[in-house]
């Protein structure tokens, strides 16, 4: 199975939110990987599952 890996740009396209509300996710525990000197990166599975056991859903927007 292949693992879409996002930056923080790419990932905010993809779940439809704002840099706002990704910072919010991310103040939140939302997780990331970041190699030593380099910028977060975002695997798309884990932060969906997140999102859902956090208890965010999408309707036109994430909310909890």
């Known amino acids: 199975m292949k693992q879409a890996i996002l930056n923080a740009k790419q990932l905010c396209q993809t779940l439809g939110i704002s840099t706002t509300t990704f910072y919010k996710f991310k103040k939140a525990g939302m997780p990331y990987h970041q190699l030593p000197k380099s910028r977060a990166y ?21 909310t909890k």
Do not use: C, M, P
């Open 42 to 62: 975002f695997i798309l599975n884990e932060v969906e599952d997140w999102l859902s056991k956090a208890g965010y859903h999408q309707a036109t927007t994430w």
